[in-house]
Structures are given as C-alpha cells and as structure tokens.
C-alpha cells in the first residue's frame, strides 16, 4: 500500500479529515532524541512552509528553543518511517507510537499554541 492510502486509511480510521504534508514542506524534528521510545508526534496548523508537524522520541517534552530542527517531509522516511502512515491527520492530532501500541487522539488546544 502506497503512504497516501495509508494516509487516508488512518484518517478515516480515527475520524480525521485528510489534510496533507506535502513532500517539500518541513517538520519539526528532535533528532537527538528519535531513537528514544515511544516516537510522539504533534501537529499544528501549517504556515509558512511546514506542516505543523513536531516528532520527538522518550517521554520528554523539551522548551529549549534549539530541541527541533527543521527537516522535509521528503526525508522522513530516513528517521521515523513509521509516522508516514499518520502525516494526513489534520491540525490537532497527536501520535504516540511504541512497539506493539499506536495512541490517536485529538487535542484541541494544538490549534492554539506552538510548541
């Protein structure tokens, strides 16, 4: 199955509207901490270039203004494969992913504050 029907599959699983990322666009990445478990992820609304998305690995949250760096779309598949499946849920959804558990939710408050 190719990553944009596995895109819809899981926004139509969890009730999403399908909003994608588009392969030039950029993520928010925590490279440091990406083979840390589990892998979360975060999106808020695109502007300027990014999807909104940020990816982390471990239970941390970091505020230091140097924690993400800016990586596109395109090359995802290099540090986190497994959220390509999870890129098209709109604005507001969060991922939490560890071996044997995927967690989905929607958290409204992702469409009021950055990280």
Request: aromatic content about 10%; overall charge negative.
């Amino acid at each position: 199955m190719n990553a944009v029907s596995e895109q819809n599959r899981i926004c139509q699983k969890y009730g999403s509207p399908v909003v994608c990322s588009p392969d030039d666009s950029k993520v928010g990445i925590a490279l440091n901490t990406i083979s840390l478990q589990p892998i979360n992820a975060l999106r808020h609304p695109p502007e300027s270039g990014t999807s909104g998305w940020f990816i982390w690995g471990g239970t941390v949250l970091s505020d230091d203004p140097e924690f993400f760096q800016p990586l596109h779309v395109s090359h995802l598949a290099q540090y986190a494969p497994q959220l390509i499946p999870f890129l098209g849920l709109a604005p507001g959804w969060r991922v939490l992913l560890a071996p044997s558990h995927e967690d989905v939710w929607y958290d409204n408050e992702l469409l009021d504050v950055a990280p």
